[in-house]
């Protein structure tokens, strides 16, 4: 006969209770069965804690097994006193359930922490709570003691954390022997520590962001002599901690079970290295940076198809980030836009719900999988599609379904780590796009487990704050538009209005001049397939930056500019465009130092430092901030925009940037196919 699993339960202790006085006697019994290692608390102290319900009382089977002592001494903190089991009932997670209990019940406290003298050994038990040691301290013992401070992290991110999460750069977590290169003195011989350290150069700043899985705090804290533990431990102090997420043991396992099976047998220290990886890809970072050898070799051939991360040496990612020899598309925090595809998906696919399960949010997976089955099971009005690159990655997953004139966005969800933020924008605009082709008339996103960013993201787009949604439409209504005449009520407008455009209005208005090459990158333009870019990838960023000689300081802003794509310089004749092939909205101008313009501005433009200064003069730059490009459907040739150019007396040729009349954008945007019966 099959025993029946002990049940298991934990909950306050209720000081005015039926059985309130048994209980405590029940708890007194237990703490003096394991006084040696809790040590001395007078009653007094248990029947305050009992009063503030901060005793939990763990049950098995009916009966008091064990207890949680807690106290709140800071308003951020939930120190655990004294964490107690009865050595029968050991190994039943009762130890867990009591601290889960509290941790609930203070749902505003952000951090847990215990005290405990590091000769009890029982580290192990800690760890299984998911703590982990942050410090230490000398103990009260007479023939002297050293207490670890073990601590984990609960509640509400933290600001640090927010911030760390919403970042638009790479997330890269450091392995221990990484951490340990960065933060240990030249005293200690560290192999190839030259390596790990170009991850602090001037050049790396503002490319990514470093953190640590917690799991390093437990690697560290066995690091000798005490001397360099503690300066590592400080130094850590630096870095924002990812945050451990509930599935880390069982994804930690599953890793574990992917190794070749001879190189687990060989170094058993790839379980330790699964919990660093585990709470990296919960995480949703980008990298996994590591010295470990055995760990590259073991992950090397599917930890970056199966769960979107690269496991690299330090070296290998400085090479990622360095930026390539020759102008390339442009790239928005280093992710490109090229090579991004949609993908329509007919059937449920499990390893596309665990690339975009909300694991910070603690989503159950049986809840998304119901989600997305809902949506394949109206394949006639819904669509379930995913954006990926030529690599396999995953970068946004959308469910959509048109009834009506209403499209629902049931799903909406981009990948972990540096992916969200940045195309969080253009993800938005993609719906837009294929509401209008549905000929919706609105949009309302219902998406459960809606990310933090994407929110502010649809909240600066337009949708409603409460509702989350908006009214859409290609062609502004002339009723709402009619009061609109400034530069900046236009501006303002076609901002929130996307892809609306209100002609007949006094805008000022800039034509300016670009060669190919950088029209490629800076606008999107492609001189092989004119439209090119609505069928590929996303555009990544909604703002961008031209760099020019400051030849022209007076621009009236807001503006538009219209860009004509010209001839690269040496290139033959044929290859020339000579044609007006996109518009966007100027949203800034300033003549800037050349330093200032390269530090503040190179990520969200084309040119390499050396090419921003060819083109300063006197050590001074222009920078021309511009954002919502759209290329032009049917892009205008010389000979028809020559004809135009004359009509709002502008002479061509056209070989620098020059200002004309609005009513030259009005006309040009009216030459589009269809643009009237829109």
């Known amino acids: 006969m099959v025993r029946a699993s002990p049940t298991v339960v934990a909950r306050a202790w209720d000081s005015d209770g039926v059985m309130a006085a ?28 009992g009063r503030l319900g901060h005793l939990v009382l763990g049950i098995v089977d009916g009966e008091i097994e064990g207890y949680v002592l807690y106290g709140t001494p800071r308003h951020h903190t ?5 964490v107690c089991v009865n050595p029968d009932t050991r190994g039943l997670g009762l130890a867990r359930s009591m601290v889960e209990f509290a941790v609930a ?74 951490v340990i290169d960065l933060y240990s003195s030249d005293a200690v011989d560290r192999h190839d520590r030259q390596e790990s350290l170009g991850l602090t150069e001037d050049w790396v700043v503002g490319l990514l962001e470093l953190s640590v899985s917690p799991e390093v705090s437990v690697d560290v804290n066995g690091f000798t002599p005490e001397a360099e533990r503690k300066r590592i431990q400080s130094g850590l102090g630096e870095l924002v901690p990812v945050r451990r997420g509930s599935g880390m043991r069982s994804l930690a396992d599953a890793l574990v079970a992917q190794m070749p099976p001879d190189a687990v047998r060989r170094d058993s220290s790839l379980f330790n290295d699964a919990k660093h990886l585990a709470d990296a890809i919960l995480a949703g970072a980008d990298y996994f940076v590591t010295r470990d050898q055995v760990l590259l070799e073991a992950t090397r051939d599917w930890i970056q198809s199966e769960h979107g991360i690269e496991v690299v040496r330090p070296v290998q990612l400085l090479q990622r980030l360095i930026p390539p020899s020759a102008l390339s598309e442009f790239r928005s925090d280093l992710l490109e836009s090229v090579g991004l595809s949609w993908h ?15 694991y910070v949010g603690g989503e159950k997976a049986t809840f998304f999988r119901k989600q997305l089955q809902a949506i394949l099971a109206k394949p ?11 690599r396999g990655r995953r970068w946004a997953l959308l469910g959509t379904d048109v009834s009506g004139d209403v499209m629902t966005v049931s799903t909406i969800r981009v990948g972990r780590g540096r992916l969200g933020s940045t195309i969080a924008f253009q993800l938005i605009r993609h719906i837009r796009a294929l509401a209008l082709a549905g000929r919706a008339t609105s949009i309302t996103v219902k998406e459960p487990s809606l990310a933090p960013m994407l929110r502010t993201a649809l909240e600066a787009d337009g949708f409603d704050s409460t509702t989350l949604s908006v009214a859409i439409a290609s062609r502004p209504d002339d009723a709402l538009t009619a009061e609109l005449t400034s530069a900046e009520e236009v501006a303002g407008y076609e901002r929130m209005n996307w892809p609306q455009l209100i002609l007949d209005r006094d805008v000022p208005l800039w034509v300016i001049p670009i060669q ?20 590929q990838a996303l555009g990544l960023a909604r703002e961008f930056v031209y760099f020019g000689a400051p030849t022209i300081r007076n621009w009236s802003l807001p503006a538009r500019a219209l860009w004509y794509v010209t001839k690269d310089d040496g290139a033959k004749e044929a290859t020339a465009v000579r044609a007006l092939v996109a518009h966007s909205r100027i949203v800034d101008c300033a003549v800037i130092g050349v330093d200032d313009a390269v530090e503040q501005y190179r990520s969200f433009g084309v040119l390499k430092e050396r090419e921003i200064r060819a083109r300063s003069r006197k050590d001074k730059v222009q920078v021309l901030r511009f954002e919502d490009t759209h290329i032009l459907d049917a892009p205008v040739g010389r000979r028809t925009l020559d004809e135009i150019l004359k009509k709002y007396k502008v002479n061509p040729p056209l070989l620098t940037t020059r200002a004309a009349a609005p009513g030259l954008f009005d006309e040009i945007l009216r030459l589009q196919p269809g643009y009237e019966s829109r």
């Open 380 to 390: 006639a009005t819904s669509r379930l599609e995913m954006l990926a690159d030529e």
């Open 105 to 178: 019940s203070n749902p505003e406290r952000s951090t847990i922490t215990a005290h405990c003298r590091s000769d009890y050994g029982i580290d192990d038990f800690w760890r299984s709570l998911d703590m982990t040691p942050s410090n230490e301290r000398p103990g009260r013992a007479r023939k002297g003691s050293t207490l670890t401070i073990w601590t984990r992290r609960i509640g509400q991110l933290d600001l640090l954390e927010e911030a760390l999460y919403a970042s638009s750069l790479p997330l890269a977590v450091l392995d221990s022997n990484v």
């Open 22 to 49: 048994a209980e405590f006697s029940r708890v007194i019994s237990l703490h003096r069965g394991s006084k040696a290692t809790l040590g001395h608390l007078p009653f007094a102290a248990f029947e305050e804690a």
């Open 344 to 358: 329509r998906i007919a059937a449920s696919d499990p390893t596309v719900e665990e690339a975009f399960l909300d």
């Open 516 to 535: 190919p090459t950088y029209a490629r990158g800076l606008i999107g333009y492609n001189d092989t397939l004119l439209q090119g870019r609505d069928k």
């Open 78 to 82: 939930l120190k655990l006193v004294h």
